[in-house]
């Protein structure tokens, strides 16, 4: 029984260094093509930066900087191409990416400034207006990422069980009554920030979005049949909420609220 305990114990020591091992190379591999990207980048060989930024995210070191540089390498190298930008779908790649960065982290301005550069290439539709109170609380939660918010919310939480001490301890009442009023507006911005938090976390893990994918531009269809009507012919770089999926086919819904059918090959998840 020791001999078997031993024996196991031994595998699990061994398994772990071979997995610490793995997870250096990777490391290592992935650090020499970020510098390789980053290289290939600087001289404008932006085929090749694309090609090392992949195979960074291919060893699942993929991070909000990470899909900015790569959207910004798949669109320098749309331009860079002969003949009409973005001929090979560098542009719908781009988008696909900043997105993705965004989606890790929404306080990314670079990133955000760039989608809007890249968006003004495509046929992309306005979403319908929001009211004034759905605008005003998307600004105010755009000013920081989930995780501000998040911790935000918790140092306000912890300084209104300070200030409610004070409250309890102090027998004065001008205290007393400043103390109340600042632990009530306290905890009332912690509740708005988890509130902030959690509506950019349910954001950033929405796996609905898509982006279409095409070199010109993709048919969307009536319905899921090649021979049905053509409603839209959205450009590469559209983003669209993909709602469900019939074989070969997705049906999707555009920011302006038409719904149609694409072939899901032409369209790739955030």
Known sequence: MLNITKKLVLFVVALLGAALCYASDGRVEAEREWQRALDAYSKREYGVAVEAFERVAELGFGGSDLYYNLGNAYYKLGQQGEGAPFAQGELGRAILNYRRALKIDSSNDDARYNLDLAVDHTNDTEALPLGVLATMWAA?????????????????????????????????VVIRKISFFVAIALIIVSIFGTLFSLSLRSLNQDSEQAVVMCNSVSSVHASPDNTSKVIRQPSQGVTVKVLREHDQWSEIEFADGEKGWIV?????RI
């Open 140 to 172: 105010v939660r755009g000013v920081m990422s989930s995780n501000g918010w998040a911790i935000l919310s918790v140092v306000l939480f912890v300084a209104t069980l300070a200030i409610v001490l004070v409250y309890l301890l102090s027998n004065r």
């Open 264 to 268: 899901t090959n032409n369209i790739e």
